[in-house]
C-alpha cells in the first residue's frame, strides 16, 4: 500500500501542533478550516522561476512551524481541524451521565482514561509491571516465543503495512496480507523490524550527524531503562546491548530500494521451512502463544533477515535479551504510561528526529488514540456530522472523470503495444473506488473498554485488532475492508486489491470544497485522485495485473519502454535537499514521483473534458483575471504549501519514498508544457525543464 503523504500526517500523530488556528485546552470550540484563496500568490514573484515560492510564500509566512511540529503545511491544519471534530464527539459521549450506547461507553471512557492525567501518573509503571516481571523472570532465550508474543498482543498494529518501508515491532513483523500470487487469499506475513529508529540507514550510516543521532539514541535507551526500575548503572550497560541487537537487525534488513521491487518480497515458505531459517526460536510456540490459526503458507517478506535474527539470538546472552525486551515494551508502550516516559519519548521521537519543541496537547494526543484503536465507531460519529452524502456524489463524480481521463491515455500511448493497452484497460476497468468509510463497520462489541485503565484499554484494544488481523490466516480478501480510519487526513492505493482509497478526513477544504470551482477541486483533490490511480501503474504498481496478483503482464518492449522514461524521473529527483542535508535517492521516491507527475497530468485532462462538456476550456476565464489552468495550478501548489524543519527533512528524505513538497511542486509542473502556457514560460527559465520527464 502507498499513501500520499507520509511526513505529514504521520507526524501530526507524533506530535500535533496547537498551531495558529488552536483553542485553549478547556475549550471545544472547532477552529476554521482553510480555503483556497488565489490571495495567497505573491504576484511580486516571478510563477518561472520558482511556482512553489510564488503560490505559497505568502502562506508559509502566515503560517510558521508551530513549537510543537516537525512540519507544518495544509495537510497539518486540516489534521488538527478533524482531530479537534473528534474531539467534541469525544467529549460528548465522556461526559454523558447516563443513557449511553455501547459505541458512546466505549470512545467515551478510553478518552476519559486517556485525559486522566492523575490517575496515569500516579500510578507510573505499575501498570506494565505484569509485563516486566514476565521478561525478569526469562531465564533461556528459549522462552523468546511466548514472550515475543505477549509483547506482539499489546502493542497496536500499524494501519497500513507499506511494502517499501519498515513495519514497525518488536524483533518481527507479522500481520496478514494478500498472497503475491493469487490475491484472493490472506497470508500470515513475517516482516522485518525490531529497530526502534525510523530505518536501517539511522544504525549503518557513517557520517557525523547519523552517530550523533545514534549517541542520542543510546541516551535515550538507557533513560527509559532507568525509568522502567534499571539502576543507572545497569540502564548504560543495557543500553549497548539493546543497540547492539538493533544494529544486528538492522544489518540483516533488506535494504530500502531493494525493498520497493515487490517480486524480491515473495518468499512463499511452509511452517517447517521458516522454522529452518531460524531453529533457536520456535515458531509453533510463538503462534500458539498468539492463538492464532494456522496460515496455508507464511509469506516470509525477507529470508535474510531472519537468517540474521537467528544469529543474534545465537550470540547475544538471555540478559542482553531481557534488556531489549524491556526497552521495547517500554518504548512502545510509553505514551500511555505517565509524564516522564512521555517526556522521553518525544524528547528523541519528536525533537531528536523531527525537531519539535514541545509535545502536543494532551487532548490531541488522546483524540488520535482514540481515533486509532475504537476507531470505527470514532469514524461512525464523524461522517454523520461532517460528510454529507452530496460530497460523495461529487468525489466520485471526479474519480471517474480522472479514470476516463487515464483510459484515453493508455489509448493514446505510442510508447505502448495494443496487447499491453488492452491489460491495462481491464485492470482499470477492475479497480474498486472506496470513498470516504466503509460499506459496513467493524463489530466492536466484544472489546472491552474500562473507565480509569488507559493502559488497559489500548492493550486490549490492541490485541483485538491483532486478533482480527489473525483470523484473516487464510480467509478470503476482503477488498472493501478499509486501512486508514475515516478522519485521517491522507489517501493510498493498494496494488494486491486493486483499490484506491480516500477517507472523509481529506474530503474536507482546501482539498474538497464544495464551494469552488472545478478547476480548484480537481486540482487538489483532483490530484490525489490522480496520484493514486497512477500508483496502479507506477514502477511498483505496474507489476500487478488486474486481480491483484504479482504477475508481468507487459511484453519485453513495453517493459523496456516503461524503464527508460522511469529513468528520466529517478535521475530527476535524485538531488541534493539542501534543508535536509542528505542526498535524496530518485530509486527510493520513483513510485511516488511518478504518482505526483502522472496523476496531475490525468487530472488536468480529466479537467478539460469537464469543462469541454460545460462549453469551456482550460483559457476559459475562471476568477479574479485568472484562467481556468492557471487557478488550476496555483490550486494544486496550495495543497502542498508548507515546510518542515531540518531534522524532520532529513528523516523523510532518508527513509520515506516522499519527495518533500517544494519538489512535489517545482519538478512536477517544471515537466509540463501546460504550466509553461498556463504563465508565459519559456525554454531557460527554471520553471521550463528541458528533459521534461514523463511517464503518464
Avoid at 36 to 47: G, N, R, T, V
Avoid at 227 to 246: F, K, P, Y
Avoid at 390 to 405: P, T
Avoid at 609 to 625: E, F, I, M, N, V
Amino acid at each position: 500500500m502507498r499513501s500520499l503523504s507520509v511526513l505529514f500526517t504521520t507526524f501530526v500523530l507524533v506530535a500535533m501542533s496547537a498551531a495558529q488556528t488552536s483553542t485553549p485546552e478547556s475549550q471545544s470550540a472547532m477552529p476554521a478550516l482553510e480555503h483556497f484563496s488565489l490571495d495567497q500568490a505573491d504576484k511580486s514573484l516571478d510563477p518561472c522561476s520558482d511556482f512553489f515560492q510564488y503560490a505559497c510564500s505568502k502562506w508559509i509566512k502566515a503560517n510558521p512551524i508551530p513549537p510543537d511540529q516537525g512540519g507544518w503545511g495544509t495537510f497539518n491544519s486540516l489534521a488538527i481541524w478533524n482531530v479537534a471534530a473528534v474531539r467534541n464527539t469525544l467529549e460528548e459521549a465522556a461526559s454523558k451521565p447516563s443513557n449511553r450506547t455501547p459505541v458512546e461507553q466505549k470512545v467515551g471512557d478510553y478518552y476519559a482514561s486517556c485525559m486522566d492525567e492523575t490517575t496515569i501518573n500516579n500510578l507510573g509503571v505499575a501498570p506494565l509491571k505484569p509485563m516486566m516481571d514476565l521478561i525478569a523472570k526469562m531465564r533461556y532465550k528459549s522462552e523468546l516465543p511466548e514472550i515475543v508474543a505477549r509483547i506482539h498482543q499489546m502493542i497496536r498494529p500499524a494501519n497500513l503495512n507499506f511494502i517499501d518501508a519498515q513495519y514497525q515491532g518488536v524483533l518481527f513483523g507479522i500481520y496478514a496480507s494478500p498472497d503475491y500470487d493469487d490475491a484472493r487469499t490472506m497470508l500470515a506475513t513475517l516482516d522485518q523490524s525490531g529497530m526502534g529508529m525510523p530505518g536501517r540507514e539511522f544504525y549503518l550510516n557513517d557520517d557525523d550527524k547519523s552517530k550523533e543521532i545514534r549517541e542520542k539514541y543510546l541516551q535515550y535507551i538507557a533513560r527509559m531503562l532507568e525509568l522502567s526500575g534499571e539502576t543507572q548503572a545497569q540502564s548504560a550497560s543495557d543500553a549497548q546491548a539493546v543497540l547492539a541487537i538493533e544494529t544486528g537487525l538492522a544489518n540483516a534488513a533488506m535494504d530500502i530500494v531493494v525493498r520497493r521491487d515487490p517480486k524480491n518480497l515473495n518468499h512463499k515458505m511452509s511452517l517447517a521451512q521458516v522454522q529452518a531459517l531460524t531453529p533457536s526460536f520456535d515458531w509453533s510456540r510463538y503462534f500458539a502463544a498468539m492463538h492464532a490459526p494456522a496460515s496455508p503458507q507464511y509469506l516470509v517478506l525477507s529470508p535474510d533477515f531472519f537468517r540474521g535474527m537467528e544469529k543474534l539470538i545465537a550470540s547475544h546472552a538471555a540478559p542482553h535479551w531481557r534488556a531489549y525486551l524491556r526497552f521495547s515494551t517500554v518504548s512502545f508502550m510509553a505514551p500511555f504510561l505517565s509524564q516522564p516516559f512521555e517526556e522521553a519519548r518525544f524528547d528523541f521521537q519528536g525533537r531528536t528526529l523531527f525537531g519539535a519543541q514541545q509535545i502536543q496537547p494532551r487532548w490531541r494526543r488522546c483524540s488520535g488514540n482514540t481515533d486509532a484503536d475504537p476507531g470505527d465507531p470514532v469514524g461512525q460519529a464523524y461522517v454523520a456530522k461532517y460528510f454529507p452524502p452530496e460530497n460523495k456524489e461529487r468525489m466520485l463524480h471526479m474519480v471517474k472523470a480522472i479514470e476516463a481521463s487515464l483510459s484515453r491515455e493508455i489509448a493514446s500511448a505510442s510508447w505502448m503495444s495494443e496487447e499491453t493497452k488492452q491489460r491495462a484497460q481491464v485492470k482499470l476497468a477492475a479497480q474498486v473506488d472506496k470513498i470516504a468509510y466503509p460499506e459496513h463497520w467493524h463489530d466492536y462489541s466484544s472489546l472491552e473498554i474500562k473507565h480509569g485503565d488507559f493502559l488497559g484499554n489500548a492493550t486490549r484494544s490492541a490485541n483485538f485488532e491483532i486478533s482480527h488481523r489473525f483470523e484473516k490466516f487464510g480467509k478470503p480478501v476482503m477488498r472493501t475492508e478499509w486501512g486508514m480510519t475515516p478522519p485521517t487526513v491522507n489517501a493510498y492505493e493498494d496494488a494486491q486489491t486493486n483499490t484506491i482509497n480516500f477517507p472523509a478526513g481529506i474530503l474536507q477544504p482546501p482539498f474538497f470544497d464544495a464551494s469552488k470551482i472545478d478547476a480548484v477541486n480537481f486540482a487538489a483533490i483532483g490530484a490525489v485522485i490522480g496520484h493514486e490511480i497512477i500508483h496502479g501503474y507506477d514502477d511498483q504498481g505496474r507489476k500487478f495485473d488486474a486481480d491483484g496478483n504479482l504477475r508481468d503482464w507487459w511484453t519485453k518492449a513495453d517493459a523496456a519502454n516503461y524503464d527508460e522514461r522511469d529513468k528520466c524521473i529517478t535521475d530527476e529527483y535524485t538531488q541534493d535537499v539542501p534543508e535536509a542535508g542528505v542526498k535524496q535517492n530518485g530509486k527510493l521516491s520513483a513510485g511516488e514521483d511518478t504518482a505526483d507527475n502522472g496523476g496531475v497530468h490525468i487530472t488536468l485532462a480529466g479537467l478539460e473534458a469537464t469543462l469541454k462538456s460545460q462549453g469551456k476550456d482550460l483559457d476559459s476565464p475562471a476568477d479574479d483575471g485568472m484562467t481556468q489552468l492557471q487557478e488550476f495550478f496555483l490550486s494544486y501548489a496550495n495543497i502542498w504549501c508548507g515546510e518542515v524543519r531540518p531534522e524532520a527533512a532529513r528523516t523523510a528524505v532518508m527513509t520515506q519514498g516522499h519527495s518533500l513538497n517544494r519538489y512535489r511542486v517545482n519538478n512536477v509542473l517544471g515537466n509540463m508544457p501546460e504550466f509553461a502556457h498556463a504563465f508565459g514560460c519559456h525554454a531557460g527559465q527554471p520553471m521550463v525543464h528541458a528533459n521534461a520527464c514523463r511517464v503518464w
